[in-house]
């Protein structure tokens, strides 16, 4: 059985490499023997951006804030030294390989979230944790849509929508964090939060892959009808389940075979295969390869580690950590590099912004209108919902690659992008102190 899985997993990697192959453009024959090399300014791109990554990280870390805040304003401030006259580092927000590698990073992202989400978890808390992620993120659109629609009236709806999607998402690490830190994590309070968290992940990656067709769709000169929509929408969430379901089967045949060999990285090697073999079938399904990544962990995550002895999930979790560390850091430099501050000096999008922050917080308050169980903090269910984080930077970074239809303006423009990033800073700085606040007060 495991030589027929490991077969076909063969050769479904063939037939990628294959398909890659057939679509790129043809070689020019004149410049056959001598293949143009990489430039050397991507491996000074690459330096300056790690570099940047880490002491933004270490500076923040140790002022007790995320390492995410600093990746993100050390990217803003090498994005705009052109303000100063220094413009080298501009290269840095369209090289093309840069781009890339911080996609494969975003990709790694994803499936180190689908690894962490436990699905047994969220069914704990059940209807609690789902009705708390469904007011959140319906009061949090609206509000987000409202706001688009006021202070940017030339721009077409489906931007708006895109703008008010963009706000759905909550952050999992940075409440987790500070529940961690104040010996929570067992509370109702935090089960509740967490799974709510979770959900909100799962729905924005659903509500990203509807805003992602509707955009392509109009592209094409197709109507965005409420049919197309909820096709989209069951598709993505088929494509999950049916991830999920492949893990119950091949995934274990696939593990029983990997414990037969002692090749060094063979678990990480055949597992990163496996996220980027997904991640490509979600875009062959015309959905946003992120959610094939993290489809991927979940189908990891709800795979039988137990057959693997020497190979547990936390190993696996650990071996990943390093190739995560180097990569995933020039996603978020990278949307910080490409914010561009003369905007968000303007007087007209300044006030957007902050309309645009308070929808995001308030948004997240409707949650604790949803919680149904006596006995359980409220307010600390609304605040731990407020921190923006990943997904919502993965949303700025996809809206603003989308053109819009007839246009060559981007879904999301260079102004909005930047009020986005501010929203991710604000709402993740502004959660530690208030959190704790509601913790002790109930």
């Known amino acids: ?41 991507v491996l000074v791109g690459v330096a300056v951006i790690l570099l940047v990554a880490k002491l933004g990280g270490e500076l923040f870390e140790r002022m007790g804030q995320p390492a995410v805040l600093g990746e993100l304003l050390g990217g803003i401030v090498v994005g705009n030294l052109s303000l100063l006259g220094f413009t080298a580092a501009d290269s840095l927000k369209t090289d093309l390989v840069i781009g890339a590698l911080a996609e494969i990073g975003v990709i790694l992202l994803l499936f180190e ?54 706000l759905c998402a909550t952050s999992v690490g940075i409440t987790a964090r500070v529940l961690k830190d104040m010996r929570k994590l067992s509370s109702r309070e935090a089960r509740i939060i967490l799974g709510a968290a979770v959900t909100d992940d799962v729905l924005g990656l659903l509500i990203l892959a509807v805003m992602v067709g509707a955009v392509k769709a109009a592209a094409t000169g197709g109507t965005v009808s409420a049919s197309g929509v909820l096709f989209v929408a069951a598709k993505a969430m088929a494509f999950i389940l049916g991830a999920i379901l492949l893990g119950r089967f091949v995934v274990r045949q696939l593990f029983r075979g990997v414990r037969r060999f002692e090749v060094r990285g063979l678990l990480l090697s055949i597992c990163i295969a496996f996220c980027f073999l997904v991640a490509w079938a979600a875009a062959k399904a015309e959905l946003a390869p992120i959610i094939g990544a993290f489809a991927a962990g979940l189908v990891l995550d709800e795979a039988q580690f137990k057959l693997l002895p020497q190979h547990e999930k936390s190993d696996l979790q650990k071996l990943l950590a390093p190739v995560g560390t180097l990569l995933v850091p020039i996603f978020f430099v990278l949307v910080g590099v490409r914010v561009d501050l003369r905007s968000l000096a303007r007087l007209d999008f300044l006030g957007f ?29 609304g605040l731990g919902m407020m921190p923006r984080g990943e997904v919502e930077l993965i949303f700025a970074g996809m809206g603003a690659t989308l053109l819009l239809p007839g246009s060559s303006e981007p879904v999301i423009a260079p102004s909005t992008y930047g009020s986005i990033v501010l929203l991710v800073i604000l709402t993740t700085l502004a959660t530690p102190p208030a959190l704790k606040w509601a913790m002790k007060r109930g």
Not at 376 to 381: G, I, Q, T
């Open 1 to 41: 059985m495991f030589a027929t899985v490991l077969t076909a997993f063969c050769a479904l990697a063939s037939y990628v490499v294959a398909r890659a192959d057939s679509i790129s453009p043809a070689i020019d024959s004149s410049n056959a023997a001598a293949p143009p090399g990489l430039d050397p300014r």
């Open 353 to 381: 912004t902050v309309a645009l922050i308070i929808a995001a917080i308030l948004g997240k308050q409707f949650c604790s209108l949803a919680v149904v169980e006596r006995k359980v903090n409220r307010l600390a269910v």
């Open 113 to 166: 979230v689908g690894l962490e989400s436990n699905l047994n978890e969220m069914l704990e808390v059940g209807w609690s944790a789902l009705l708390v992620a469904l007011a959140g993120t319906t009061a949090t659109f609206f509000l987000g849509w409202g706001v688009a629609a006021y202070f940017l009236p030339s721009v077409p709806r489906l931007a708006h929508l895109f703008i008010a999607a963009s």
